[in-house]
């Protein structure tokens, strides 16, 4: 399974306005801050608070109906379309695997400390972080003392054995999980055994201090040290999942590359108010999505994109205001931490429909899965994360056929790529999505791939101006 996605990138172009065209017939079917900084420079003030959205569905598909706006005439309401065709059952789900570490089976233990199921994060105060820190180091102070060697006890987090799938949460750690020893008395684990004990102390004195890091910043406070990113940050997921405390309270954020643009507004943490829909540009994911309020949109859908470019494109042609109000989130690429929090605080604050726009390739669905079903390594916070109502809009392979687009256009499977979309298939939830099941055969038959940009070969506002429309008009989804 893929894990979190690189750092960097520069921001979206602004936004031009472009006058929009009725669709064809369609078929059915901020920088981060350093330790010890908070928030950003606060930009322009939010709207006020608009009407609620024409439809809202709950967790468990129930729809509700507000006010109705007029349908642009000889086309029905995207909004009652989206509320009468879209089929909100959550289907199933899967993926990754693990020094001198001893496997053993667990205890019944406590379970990780659950996003409730009406969405509220949780938070866990600074006085339990610092217990449970403190209990860690009394435990290895008591091993001394008994002149035995110290062990610290993890969660073996990337075995398939530790992992279920639930319909309302997607990947989840079982209670009774097998776990692993990292041995202070062990050559080959005594230096991760050390490293975990560091970044504990470095922890503690952030939350005594309430300030704040990345894990960037903490890989560059001792390179030489650390030895290299991908160390720090799965350590820092060890000790998450070892303590049974987000992220997020341990003071620790991630580095946001993701963007959000369209209808929506809220309010920082440290009150700086962002409002979405007045930005000229896309606006970065905030890095710490937990502290976020006062969400208000207006939007009928939100619209995950895969890649940057394609978001950009998107943005230039106005399509968030255009064809219906929406939310349009961009991971640029594989997701980071911050831009799944929000996709999933913005599914548990509006409960409106969330489509993905991937290419047609194994890297897209892969993408896709991890924002619907979250990951293996990740999935001791299934439920802050996972979104499993989200559908799969396009680009789907059996558009390609329906729209005629010339083999040469497309691009030929790599090995990679087939062995990718075959590890894709042995996955559980794809046995319990027939849809999803025939798209990937397809794809596997054909041995063909195809980027979202390929759509510009019918022309050039294609995907915005006849792709999109028409999917989101008659239910192309699955």
């Known amino acids: 399974m893929v894990g979190e996605g690189p750092v960097g990138g520069a921001g979206p172009s602004p936004v031009c306005q472009r006058e929009r065209e009725t669709p064809l017939v369609g078929q059915k079917g901020r920088e981060t801050p350093l330790v010890g900084q908070k928030g950003r420079e606060k930009p322009s003030e939010g709207r006020k608070e608009r009407e609620e959205p024409l439809v809202s569905q709950d967790r468990w598909g129930k729809t509700s109906v507000g006010r109705r706006e007029k349908p642009i005439v000889g086309q029905k309401s995207m909004a009652s379309s989206l509320a009468e065709e879209l089929d909100w059952s959550v289907p199933a789900v899967m993926g990754e695997r693990s020094v001198c570490s001893t496997e053993v089976p667990a205890g019944n233990k406590a379970s990780f400390r659950e996003t409730s199921l009406s969405g509220c994060d949780s938070h866990v105060p600074s006085s339990e972080v610092l217990e449970a820190i403190e209990n860690v180091i009394q435990g290895v102070l008591q091993s001394l003392a008994q002149k035995k060697a110290p062990v610290l006890t993890v969660a073996n987090r990337t075995d398939w054995r530790n992992i279920e799938f639930k319909d309302s949460v997607g990947l989840q750690m079982v209670p009774r999980c097998t776990t692993k020893q990292i041995r202070s008395d062990c050559p080959q684990s005594a230096p991760r055994f050390a490293?975990?004990?560091?970044?504990?102390?470095?922890?503690?004195?952030?939350?005594?201090?309430?300030?704040?890091?990345?894990?960037?910043?903490?890989?560059?406070?001792?390179?030489?040290?650390?030895?290299?990113?991908?160390?720090?940050?799965?350590?820092?997921?060890?000790?998450?999942?070892?303590?049974?405390?987000?992220?997020?309270?341990?003071?620790?954020?991630?580095?946001?590359?993701?963007?959000?643009?369209?209808?929506?507004?809220?309010?920082?943490?440290?009150?700086?108010?962002?409002?979405?829909?007045?930005?000229?540009?896309?606006?970065?994911?905030?890095?710490?999505?937990?502290?976020?309020?006062?969400?208000?949109?207006?939007?009928?859908?939100?619209?995950?994109?895969?890649?940057?470019?394609?978001?950009?494109?998107?943005?230039?042609?106005?399509?968030?205001?255009?064809?219906?109000?929406?939310?349009?989130?961009?991971?640029?690429?594989?997701?980071?931490?911050?831009?799944?929090?929000?996709?999933?605080?913005?599914?548990?604050?509006?409960?409106?429909?969330?489509?993905?726009?991937?290419?047609?390739?194994?890297?897209?669905?892969?993408?896709?899965?991890?924002?619907?079903?979250?990951?293996?390594?990740?999935?001791?916070?299934?439920?802050?994360?996972?979104?499993?109502?989200?559908?799969?809009?396009?680009?789907?392979?059996?558009?390609?056929?329906?729209?005629?687009?010339?083999?040469?256009?497309?691009?030929?499977?790599?090995?990679?790529?087939?062995?990718?979309?075959?590890?894709?298939?042995?996955?559980?939830?794809?046995?319990?999505?027939?849809?999803?099941?025939?798209?990937?055969?397809?794809?596997?038959?054909?041995?063909?791939?195809?980027?979202?940009?390929?759509?510009?070969?019918?022309?050039?506002?294609?995907?915005?101006?006849?792709?999109?429309?028409?999917?989101?008009?008659?239910?192309?989804?699955?």
């Open 195 to 478: 490293l975990m004990l560091k970044i504990l102390s470095m922890i503690y004195k952030m939350v005594q201090s309430n300030t704040y890091a990345t894990k960037r910043d903490i890989y560059y406070s001792d390179t030489l040290l650390f030895g290299s990113q991908s160390a720090v940050d799965s350590i820092i997921n060890d000790i998450s999942c070892m303590l049974k405390i987000p992220r997020r309270s341990l003071h620790i954020l991630s580095t946001t590359k993701g963007f959000v643009a369209g209808h929506l507004s809220y309010t920082e943490e440290d009150g700086t108010k962002v409002n979405c829909t007045c930005s000229a540009t896309a606006v970065s994911v905030p890095s710490n999505v937990q502290g976020i309020k006062n969400l208000i949109s207006h939007a009928k859908f939100v619209l995950i994109v895969e890649k940057d470019a394609t978001f950009q494109r998107l943005l230039d042609d106005d399509f968030f205001s255009k064809v219906s109000p929406c939310i349009m989130v961009t991971g640029r690429g594989v997701p980071d931490l911050n831009t799944r929090l929000l996709v999933r605080k913005l599914w548990d604050s509006f409960q409106i429909p969330i489509f993905s726009l991937m290419d047609a390739d194994p890297h897209g669905v892969e993408i896709m899965c991890v924002y619907k079903y979250g990951s293996v390594s990740m999935s001791f916070e299934a439920h802050h994360l996972a979104v499993p109502s989200i559908k799969w809009l396009g680009l789907l392979p059996s558009d390609l056929k329906r729209l005629n687009i010339s083999k040469d256009a497309l691009i030929p499977f790599t090995k990679q790529d087939q062995n990718k979309l075959a590890s894709i298939q042995k996955r559980p939830y794809i046995a319990c999505q027939p849809l999803w099941k025939k798209e990937l055969e397809m794809m596997a038959a054909s041995k063909l791939k195809a980027e979202i940009q390929v759509l510009t070969s019918l022309s050039q506002d294609y995907l915005s101006r006849v792709y999109l429309p028409n999917k989101l008009q008659f239910g192309g989804w699955i």
